[in-house]
């Protein structure tokens, strides 16, 4: 995610050494660490397959668009606690609507999209004209989307609708060139659907975060929300707007995962906003607000499924290691963030 | 510069609940002219900026602007109107680049062209520097020239900096003045609040001085000199201020506090000092020479790694601040917003802070004696303010200063530390923090007043010690005269140590 630079001063190398791309550097080195350890211990098993590769994506693709959205409110300086419930609730009027009431999935789809948006702005008005924090905003909408959910229904409803099946049966057989004839690679890789939506999210949300005026709003209000307003700029639209994508990002999440498990339950993704803020936060996104990159986010996706792959490859370990291997990752780059936010004080005095 | 006014604004008024904050101020702006506008510390000066920035609405009187009458409803719309301010505080985003910091909110936002035009704009400034970087990377005076930048480039007719020069040193206020001038050369107007009497006379054409929310007049710089314009702004003979004398110490006074060989590594190397009942030390010497980091280690709050100390005979030992409170030692620090007040709490409460954590939590001031300390000091220093239970966050800086020096006086401290205290604050607020300090060494407090102003150091106190790279450099004993300002300079400079023999 260079940008181009048009400063004559500037050397190809201080632009690559700018600061603001620190924590994104950490990240991409950390991921690149464990993927080549993990190539030199397993690459003789599949390791370094594409089909590998790909499934670090497949693996959290929901939680991936859903944190498309929260990197874009903690930039802001926000949180959202809200997202997996509403990914949940998602889920639930997919299947209550079809499997119980007969409405087609088109129309629920449209709904959970519709109430996600809404749940965002109404969470965005209060924490902007309210003032109230947006820890406890949230929350509360985490309450609420996972109380309708439990009041839809409590049992896990499955979904056997075709648009469902066609959906989540989609994918792109990927292939390759052989000796001048197209074949498939092998093992055999594919990319489905909610991959799509995520590198889809992805690519939308680095181009509205560095080349709108939208996203430099955002940075700014992150920044020093004071100043923001002082230079003018609309500060309670981009807040709210920022809640409203990220809703949308959440039901959009939702349906991925509609796409993976067929089925809605209430008690589904229990935790799950954690999960999505914990790949934000280790892709570099800045707890305190203003800084945070797309792309580093992807990469801390990849993070939190190549650990459990190396879990799998290495066939002894308890899986539970995975999630032990990611808190001290977290707890690594909450170090390393503090360490620069110092380093860039001092540098200052 | 031109004779027409782009800006006229005639008797404004502006009421706040039970305060009328303006009443009746007329001012006048010329293009191409820089325009002080000056004041004590609530004399109405940002009252009026934010008249005149829609940040306050005006209650009567006109604004006219290229002679039309404008009503500024908000930031943005004075912004859009052509008034942009630099505030004292920078108001920028850290984490954008100086480039996008510039533009941010504006019509252009490609970085291709942002960084091109902000690069441009700041060689203006004669600042070559990588506007792709993060603001944050640069220093304080480098971010205040973006903030300047950003406000010139909005197509500003009228420019206002708000105390803009009190974070520079002095190449970089230069390099401010020579920006001002170019922009004179613009047309643009400037109003330009300050509190350096010195910066006035030497950038400004003409002045307006605003006393208590009304307009004392408009003066042309060179038709009023500096005295008289001090007592223009605080209304009082300027004889209150001038002359203040060092406090006639008793001859049989005893000694307060005498600290041998103490030092920290990294902060101050050692250093010996004796304080004498009622005698009032003052610190001189460069910032980092050691001067506050001495007080913090005598108070504990930065605990000396060597030597002793000893008060009124009595050897002690001071590890952390409460051992200073509990053996009488008071200490008001130098950055007050940050380790002085309390925003938050109202003046009542900030007040009695130490006095609290000197009694203990088992012994709390009950809510009748709360208040009573607390009116007891806002009578005696005078602090402006409606009531007791007002936010101390929302009081002007003096004023902020006074509750903290109230703060440390309620606890009947033996010896007061008082570091910077008249930093930021306008000259009849010093004056009377001048005076309350040697009010307390006539009775028999001994005070440590740390200073970056030569002048009111020498003014007031009856010895001198000046710091340089973290030791004692030269005493100096009382009574002072002209020549005692060189003296101090060249000791800070070379370092010699022959300068007890002086001021005799």
Same mark, same amino acid.
């Given at each position: 995610?260079?940008?181009?630079?048009? /400063?004559?001063?500037?050397?190809?190398?201080?632009?690559?050494?700018?600061?603001?791309?620190?924590?994104?550097?950490?990240?991409?080195?950390?991921?690149?660490?464990?993927?080549?350890?993990?190539?030199?211990?397993?690459?003789?098993?599949?390791?370094?397959?594409?089909?590998?590769?790909?499934?670090?994506?497949?693996?959290?693709?929901?939680?991936?668009?859903?944190?498309?959205?929260?990197?874009?409110?903690?930039?802001?300086?926000?949180?959202?606690?809200?997202?997996?419930?509403?990914?949940?609730?998602?889920?639930?009027?997919?299947?209550?609507?079809?499997?119980?009431?007969?409405?087609?999935?088109?129309?629920?789809? +449209?709904?959970?999209?519709?109430? /996600?948006?809404?749940?965002?702005?109404?969470?965005?008005?209060?924490?902007?004209?309210?003032?109230?924090?947006?820890?406890?905003?949230?929350?509360?909408?985490?309450?609420?989307?996972?109380?309708?959910?439990?009041?839809?229904?409590?049992?896990?409803?499955?979904?056997?609708?075709?648009?469902?099946?066609?959906?989540? $049966?989609?994918?792109?057989?990927?292939?390759?060139?052989?000796?001048?004839?197209?074949?498939?690679?092998?093992?055999? &890789?594919?990319?489905?659907?909610?991959?799509?939506?995520?590198?889809?999210?992805?690519?939308?949300?680095?181009?509205?975060?560095?080349?709108?005026?939208?996203?430099?709003?955002?940075?700014?209000?992150?920044?020093?929300?004071?100043?923001?307003?002082?230079?003018?700029?609309?500060?309670?639209?981009?807040?709210?707007?920022?809640?409203?994508?990220?809703?949308?990002?959440?039901?959009?999440?939702?349906?991925?995962?509609?796409?993976?498990?067929?089925? /809605?339950?209430?008690?589904?993704?229990?935790?799950?906003?954690?999960?999505?803020?914990?790949?934000?936060?280790?892709?570099?996104?800045?707890?305190?607000?203003?800084?945070?990159?797309?792309?580093?986010?992807?990469?801390?996706?990849?993070?939190?499924?190549?650990?459990?792959?190396?879990?799998?490859?290495?066939?002894?370990?308890?899986?539970?290691?995975?999630?032990?291997?990611?808190?001290?990752?977290?707890?690594?780059?909450?170090?390393?963030?503090?360490?620069?936010?110092?380093?860039?004080?001092?540098?200052?005095? | 510069?031109?004779?027409?006014?782009?800006?006229?604004?005639?008797?404004?008024?502006?009421?706040?609940?039970?305060?009328?904050?303006?009443? $009746?101020?007329?001012?006048?702006?010329?293009?191409?002219?820089?325009?002080?506008?000056?004041?004590?510390?609530?004399?109405?000066?940002?009252?009026?900026?934010?008249?005149?920035?829609?940040?306050?609405?005006?209650?009567?009187?006109?604004?006219?602007?290229?002679?039309?009458?404008?009503?500024?409803?908000?930031?943005?719309?004075?912004?859009?109107?052509?008034?942009?301010?630099?505030?004292?505080?920078?108001?920028?985003?850290?984490?954008?680049?100086?480039?996008?910091?510039?533009?941010?909110?504006?019509?252009?936002?490609?970085?291709?062209?942002?960084?091109?035009?902000?690069?441009?704009?700041?060689?203006?400034?004669?600042?070559?520097?990588?506007?792709?970087?993060? +603001?944050?990377?640069?220093?304080?005076?480098?971010?205040?020239?973006?903030?300047?930048?950003?406000?010139?480039?909005?197509?500003?007719?009228?420019?206002?900096?708000?105390?803009?020069?009190?974070?520079?040193?002095?190449?970089?206020?230069?390099?401010?003045?020579?920006?001002?001038?170019?922009?004179?050369?613009?047309?643009?107007?400037?109003?330009?609040?300050?509190?350096?009497?010195?910066?006035?006379?030497?950038?400004?054409?003409?002045?307006?001085?605003?006393?208590?929310?009304?307009?004392?007049?408009?003066?042309?710089?060179?038709?009023?000199?500096?005295?008289?314009?001090?007592?223009?702004?605080?209304?009082?003979?300027?004889?209150?201020?001038?002359?203040?004398?060092?406090?006639?110490?008793?001859?049989?006074?005893?000694?307060?506090? &005498?600290?041998?060989?103490?030092?920290?590594?990294?902060?101050?190397?050692?250093?010996?000092?004796?304080?004498?009942?009622?005698?009032?030390?003052?610190?001189?010497?460069?910032?980092?020479?050691?001067?506050?980091?001495?007080?913090?280690?005598?108070?504990?709050?930065?605990?000396?790694?060597?030597?002793?100390?000893?008060?009124?005979?009595?050897?002690?030992?001071?590890?952390?601040?409460?051992?200073?409170?509990?053996?009488?030692?008071?200490?008001?620090?130098?950055?007050?917003?940050?380790?002085?007040?309390? $925003?938050?709490?109202?003046?009542?409460?900030?007040?009695?802070?130490?006095?609290?954590?000197?009694?203990?939590?088992?012994?709390?001031?009950?809510?009748?004696?709360?208040?009573?300390?607390?009116?007891?000091?806002?009578?005696?220093?005078?602090?402006?303010?409606?009531?007791?239970?007002?936010?101390?966050?929302?009081?002007?800086?003096?004023?902020?200063?006074?509750?903290?020096?109230?703060?440390?006086?309620?606890?009947?401290?033996? +010896?007061?530390?008082?570091?910077?205290?008249?930093?930021?604050?306008?000259?009849?607020?010093?004056?009377?923090?001048?005076?309350?300090?040697?009010?307390?060494?006539?009775?028999?407090?001994?005070?440590?007043?740390?200073?970056?102003?030569?002048?009111?150091?020498?003014?007031?106190?009856?010895?001198?010690?000046?710091?340089?790279? $973290?030791?004692?450099?030269?005493?100096?004993?009382?009574?002072?005269?002209?020549?005692?300002?060189?003296?101090?300079?060249?000791?800070?400079?070379?370092?010699?140590?022959?300068?007890?023999?002086?001021?005799?």
């Amino acid at each position: 995610m260079r940008e181009k630079h048009a /400063g004559s001063t500037q050397t190809l190398l201080s632009r690559i050494m700018n600061p603001k791309y620190v924590m994104v550097y950490a990240t991409v080195i950390i991921f690149l660490i464990i993927y080549i350890y993990g190539a030199i211990r397993y690459g003789s098993i599949g390791f370094t397959t594409l089909r590998t590769f790909v499934n670090f994506f497949t693996d959290n693709a929901y939680y991936g668009i859903s944190a498309v959205g929260m990197t874009m409110v903690l930039i802001t300086g926000g949180i959202d606690l809200s997202v997996a419930s509403v990914q949940s609730l998602t889920g639930m009027l997919i299947a209550y609507g079809y499997t119980k009431l007969g409405i087609s999935p088109v129309y629920t789809m +449209l709904l959970s999209i519709l109430i /996600g948006v809404g749940l965002g702005i109404l969470m965005g008005s209060a924490i902007h004209y309210l003032n109230v924090p947006p820890f406890i905003t949230t929350l509360t909408g985490n309450f609420l989307a996972r109380g309708v959910c439990s009041l839809i229904s409590r049992e896990s409803i499955s979904i056997d609708h075709p648009l469902i099946n066609e959906l989540a $049966g989609f994918k792109i057989t990927l292939y390759h060139l052989v000796d001048g004839q197209w074949e498939k690679i092998k093992p055999i &890789t594919s990319i489905s659907l909610p991959v799509l939506i995520f590198i889809l999210m992805i690519i939308l949300g680095t181009i509205l975060m560095q080349h709108t005026r939208f996203g430099r709003n955002v940075y700014a209000v992150g920044g020093n929300e004071q100043s923001a307003k002082l230079m003018g700029l609309p500060v309670a639209r981009t807040k709210i707007a920022v809640y409203a994508i990220n809703g949308f990002c959440s039901a959009l999440a939702g349906i991925a995962y509609v796409l993976v498990v067929k089925s /809605g339950w209430n008690m589904a993704l229990q935790g799950g906003e954690l999960e999505v803020i914990s790949c934000a936060v280790i892709g570099g996104t800045l707890l305190t607000g203003g800084v945070g990159y797309m792309i580093g986010t992807m990469f801390g996706v990849l993070l939190k499924s190549v650990i459990p792959a190396l879990i799998t490859f290495n066939g002894h370990l308890n899986s539970w290691w995975g999630k032990i291997a990611t808190g001290a990752l977290l707890l690594l780059f909450i170090v390393i963030q503090k360490a620069v936010v110092s380093y860039t004080d001092k540098k200052k005095a | 510069m031109s004779e027409k006014c782009i800006l006229e604004m005639k008797g404004i008024e502006i009421e706040f609940p039970g305060v009328k904050a303006l009443d $009746g101020v007329d001012f006048s702006l010329r293009a191409g002219e820089v325009h002080a506008l000056l004041g004590e510390n609530g004399a109405g000066k940002s009252t009026l900026i934010k008249c005149l920035t829609g940040v306050h609405h005006k209650d009567a009187g006109t604004i006219l602007l290229d002679g039309r009458e404008i009503t500024p409803v908000s930031p943005q719309h004075a912004i859009e109107m052509g008034i942009s301010t630099v505030f004292q505080e920078i108001n920028l985003c850290p984490n954008l680049t100086v480039a996008e910091n510039i533009f941010v909110g504006r019509k252009e936002f490609k970085h291709r062209i942002i960084n091109k035009r902000a690069a441009e704009l700041m060689k203006r400034f004669h600042l070559d520097i990588d506007v792709t970087r993060p +603001l944050s990377y640069y220093s304080t005076a480098v971010q205040q020239m973006v903030s300047i930048a950003r406000a010139v480039d909005i197509q500003a007719k009228i420019l206002i900096l708000d105390e803009p020069t009190s974070s520079l040193d002095e190449n970089e206020v230069q390099l401010l003045f020579s920006v001002m001038r170019d922009l004179k050369k613009d047309g643009i107007g400037i109003i330009f609040i300050t509190h350096f009497l010195d910066q006035i006379y030497a950038i400004s054409d003409r002045m307006t001085i605003l006393r208590n929310g009304r307009l004392v007049g408009c003066f042309d710089v060179k038709e009023i000199g500096k005295l008289d314009l001090v007592t223009k702004m605080i209304g009082k003979d300027m004889d209150v201020i001038f002359n203040l004398h060092p406090t006639q110490m008793k001859e049989n006074a005893g000694k307060m506090l &005498t600290a041998e060989h103490i030092g920290a590594p990294g902060a101050v190397r050692e250093i010996s000092l004796e304080i004498k009942e009622g005698e009032l030390v003052g610190f001189a010497g460069l910032l980092g020479s050691g001067r506050t980091e001495t007080a913090q280690m005598i108070f504990g709050a930065n605990r000396p790694t060597q030597g002793t100390i000893t008060m009124k005979g009595k050897t002690v030992e001071i590890k952390k601040p409460f051992d200073a409170i509990m053996n009488g030692i008071a200490f008001c620090p130098e950055d007050r917003k940050r380790d002085g007040i309390i $925003g938050d709490l109202s003046i009542r409460e900030n007040i009695m802070l130490a006095v609290q954590a000197k009694r203990g939590f088992m012994h709390p001031l009950s809510r009748q004696e709360q208040n009573e300390l607390a009116d007891k000091y806002i009578k005696a220093l005078s602090i402006a303010t409606p009531d007791a239970e007002k936010k101390i966050g929302e009081l002007s800086g003096g004023n902020q200063q006074k509750v903290i020096l109230a703060r440390w006086m309620a606890t009947q401290p033996d +010896l007061l530390i008082l570091d910077e205290p008249t930093r930021g604050i306008d000259v009849g607020a010093k004056a009377e923090i001048q005076r309350l300090m040697l009010e307390m060494c006539e009775d028999g407090v001994s005070v440590i007043f740390i200073s970056s102003e030569l002048e009111e150091v020498i003014r007031c106190s009856n010895r001198i010690i000046i710091m340089r790279d $973290g030791a004692k450099a030269g005493e100096l004993e009382g009574p002072f005269d002209a020549d005692t300002q060189n003296r101090i300079l060249q000791i800070i400079a070379e370092g010699s140590t022959g300068g007890e023999e002086a001021g005799k």
